[in-house]
């Protein structure tokens, strides 16, 4: 059995498969010099490593693309597994906040410890600086590698495990072998806003914003964070998510629509402003956020409105109130590009998935051949997803290719 690729889903897969068959030999074949480099840059170097979601329905509502196929494939091995499976090996998780799960020591390397003991216990074999460059199906069944140090291997099953196919290689490997790729395009990024005083916001955060894209459903409410780049933060990245293939084929260039107070609407705002100002009139309008906005942001908003600083309550006209709770309600932000998320991101796009069984993982164009991992047509917004999804397909292919 050849693995390709030694990522989470390669490892997954090639421990599965040579622990359900002992005997047999499993040997991952990594192109690069390390095995695990995402697992060691995850999570910013913290790996989070699933999500606390035990329903796999509801996990795989959280899958832009794939949401379906891996619904099949949860209901075989989902993230509780993935808790037991680092358990069974010593490594305990633990959930923050937001559901997310890190191993308790907050490090990558726990991870990529246990994956390296696991593998080599279970007697797969490691080869690294080996890539694998064609793979031609053999007369008898099986297949014939060609390896980038100029060798040559052959194998009776394959698994394709070599990640996110915006870089070809995994992506030519599995057309030549018969199958259909969905063209490829960035997830999970932040976008460039150029508006100076969003730059000048940088490092403050709002808790819940409601981002909507103008003229198409994406819309997406969670926290926000200004950045010396334009915006980030949770609300943004799933934002990316969900419109990864519209917001290419808007080259990144699009208006962005927020709310800043989406608990408000403008009669309710308009109430508040107007209990301010019989309270505090001789306040300035800018001294006075509504809770729970940051007082520079609010500064900020107050003078994109066009409303002077020292405004007081009491001398805020109609037409200023209005265009406040316009800036409140719906700030409109030219977005001019992108940027990859340092802590994560993922490819939209790959293998087509109905040409793979994902109760096996096994290919439907050509038998003996298995995928796994980023290289499918599956990816989940953040916060532990797309390793999970790594596991799981990993998993299972694993032990079909063992079965
Ligand atoms: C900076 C960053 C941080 C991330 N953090 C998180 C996180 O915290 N939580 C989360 O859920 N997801 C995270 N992700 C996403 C996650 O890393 C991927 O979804 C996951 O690594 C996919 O696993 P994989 O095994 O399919 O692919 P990869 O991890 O990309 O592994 C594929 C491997 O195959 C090798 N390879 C490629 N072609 C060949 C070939 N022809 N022959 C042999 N080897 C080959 C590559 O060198 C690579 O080592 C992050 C991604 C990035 C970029």
Redesign the pocket.
Known sequence: MVV???????FFAAIACAEARPGVTVAI????AQ?L???R???GGR??VTHACFDPRQFTARFPRGERALLSSCQIFQASDTVAWFESRGVKLKTESDGRMFPASDSSETIIDCLMRAARAAGVKLISN????RAVRAAGGGFQLTLSNGETMACDRLLL????CRAA??GD?AVSLGHTLVEPVPSLFTFHIETPWVRALAGVSVESVLASVPETKLRERGSLLLTHWGLSGPVILRLSAWGARILHDMNYQFPLRLNWLPGLDAEQIAAELKTRRDTWPARLIVNTPIAPLPSRLWEQLAAAAGIPRQTRLADLSRPAQHALIRQLSRTELAVTGKSMN?????TCGGVKLGEVDFKTMQSRVCPGLHF????LDIDGITG???????WTTGFIAGRAMAA
């Not at 340092?342 to 993922?346: G, I, L, N, P, T």
């Not at 532990?384 to 790594?390: C, E, H, L, S």
Request: net charge negative; with cysteine.
């Open positions: 390709a690729g030694g990522g989470a889903a390669g074949l990594e192109r690069g095995f480099g995402k697992v840059i995850s999570g790996c989070n080996c890539g694998v460059d495990a070599t990640g996110g290689s995994g490997l340092k802590d994560e991101f993922v796994a991992g980023e290289l532990g997803f797309n390793f999970q999804a790594a």
